[in-house]
């Protein structure tokens, strides 16, 4: 009986602490839209195989600067085989030519291990200024014609948005600065290329932590700040803007897309590889659904998603990647008048000043946190306090931390350039989301232990 008391007695605070979190009052519902079915199977090997970009680099060029690739995470065969799983190998008028594809960010390796849909958050865009594609294209004029008129599309738009993506550190994404390079080139309704920008390009470059595709199936948006409404694979197949000719390739591409969608909504998260303590993932459930789940979700069987966006002024998150979209009316103007709203299956955007709550499947593998990529672990995510200012992690040899939840990582007492993330910098903030500051250690750590199991 003094056992069944002492346990009780124990249990009692985690039941009664409570976070800061939001009233519902707070909270900004997000509609859903009607999306594309598909066929996953013939997404899935559009998405290994097939010509989302239709130029790139020729096959020999490419091999000759980068090697062959010795790891076939995807298993493919032929030319495949010895690309990175960002790349495909496809036939353009006899010749072998290498296309970048959406797996060059949505997908990465865990310890070794090939993980479809995670967010690839190694890739590096700090030094792209120092980036010159203008001799590729140069040597491909005077060798050979055929090859140059392939890749000239590809390296054209290489050569415009390459030097200005550049971030203040490796990890980061410039997908929202690439985008609106892209349509300032692009006439909004043929699609066609300029060589001169039609658009003012904004001088910054917000950075964003890339979402894990396996979240798509319960969000009712696109991206961070919910931007992205009606038909999500008009947006998933945005990287063909890299080259499109025209608008009759885009509708050809786009007919690939349902079932790329498809596939993306089989996408499940990968389980926690470590032993989880079975009682204290239960009192951190407690605490969780309680106080979490109103933005979050619940889990398991009969779990939901609630689809709320939080404003700005509520989660407390670096603003600039919101900001950026409510200045940036020229960028919404030229996609609310373009192509990709026209059809059976159009998107819009919606700008929003706020963030979305995400769902957490899978939260264990999906670091560094936050919008931005400014936190490095889960348990930083929850007590502010321990949070560096100015912190790095080996990609090289990368250390997962199984106790913090996150990447092990190396402080700093001064900014160290671009070798490590400095949160001080616009658009690269790690403040806000406060609701974990109100537990003990012993209570966050329940939670931890349960955010383990999603």
Same mark, same amino acid.
């Given at each position: ?21 939001? &009233? $519902? ?9 009607? /999306?594309?079915?598909? %066929? ?15 130029? *790139?680099?020729?096959?020999? #060029? ?41 797996? +060059?960010?949505? @997908? ?36 050979? $014609? ?29 997908? %929202? ?12 309704? =043929?699609?066609?290329?300029?060589? @001169? ?30 931007? &992205?409404?009606?038909?999500? @694979? ?21 007919? +690939? ?8 909504? =089989?996408? /499940? ?84 000043? *706020? ?5 957490? %499947? ?27 200012? #100015? ?12 106790? $913090? ?7 700093? =007492? ?14 690269? *903030? ?25």
């Amino acid at each position: 009986m003094k056992k069944i008391l002492a346990s009780l007695l124990c249990t009692i605070p985690f039941l009664l602490t409570a976070f800061s979190n939001p &009233g $519902a009052d707070d909270l900004i519902a997000i509609q859903p839209s009607p /999306q594309r079915s598909g %066929d996953a199977a013939k997404g899935y090997e559009y998405l290994i195989t097939g010509d989302i970009l239709k130029s *790139g680099v020729p096959y020999s #060029y490419f091999t000759m600067i980068n090697g062959k690739n010795e790891t076939n995470h995807l298993n493919r065969t032929g030319k495949n085989a010895t690309v990175d799983f960002g790349y495909n190998v496809i036939e353009r008028e006899g010749i072998d030519v290498v296309v970048p594809t959406c797996l +060059h960010c949505h @997908s990465s390796t865990f310890e070794g291990k090939y993980v479809m849909g995670l967010g690839n958050t190694t890739l590096d865009f700090s030094d792209t200024k120092s980036t010159n594609f203008k001799p590729a294209l140069n040597m491909l004029k005077m060798t050979s $014609a055929k090859q140059y008129e392939i890749a000239k599309p590809f390296l054209t738009s290489a050569i415009a948005t390459f030097p200005l993506m550049e971030t203040e550190v490796r990890g980061v994404n410039p997908a %929202d600065k690439l985008a609106g390079i892209l349509v300032a080139h692009r006439n909004p309704k =043929t699609l066609e290329w300029s060589d @001169s920008a039609m658009l003012q390009i904004p001088d910054e470059v917000v950075p964003v932590d890339v979402p894990a595709w396996w979240l798509l199936k319960k969000k009712n948006a696109m991206f961070h700040n919910a931007l &992205g409404r009606g038909d999500f @694979s008009r947006f998933l197949m945005l990287s063909n803007l890299l080259t499109v000719k025209d608008t009759a390739e885009a509708r050809e591409v786009s007919g +690939h897309f349902g079932d790329v969608l498809a596939y993306v909504r =089989t996408i /499940q998260a990968p389980k926690y590889p470590q032993p989880v303590d079975d009682k204290l993932a239960a009192k951190g459930k407690l605490l969780f659904n309680d106080n979490c789940s109103g933005c979050h979700g619940t889990y398991g069987e009969g779990g939901s998603y609630p689809n709320f966006l939080v404003p700005i002024d509520v989660v407390q998150t670096d603003p600039m990647l919101c900001e950026s979209f409510i200045k940036g009316k020229a960028f919404l103007d030229w996609f609310e008048n373009s192509w990709f709203t026209e059809g059976e299956n159009p998107a819009h955007v919606v700008a929003s000043e *706020g963030y979305v709550a995400p769902p957490l %499947d899978g939260v264990w593998i999906t670091a560094p946190y936050m919008h931005n990529g400014a936190v490095p672990t889960i348990e930083a995510m929850l007590n502010s306090k321990l949070r560096p200012k #100015y912190w790095s992690r080996d990609f090289d040899k990368p250390e997962y931390d199984y106790k $913090a939840v996150g990447w092990k990582y190396t402080t700093y =007492t001064e900014p160290q350039k671009k070798k490590a993330y400095n949160t001080t910098l616009p658009g690269y *903030g790690n403040t806000g989301h406060y609701f974990g500051d109100a537990l003990t250690d012993a209570e966050r750590s329940a939670v931890i232990e349960y955010l383990k199991t999603l």
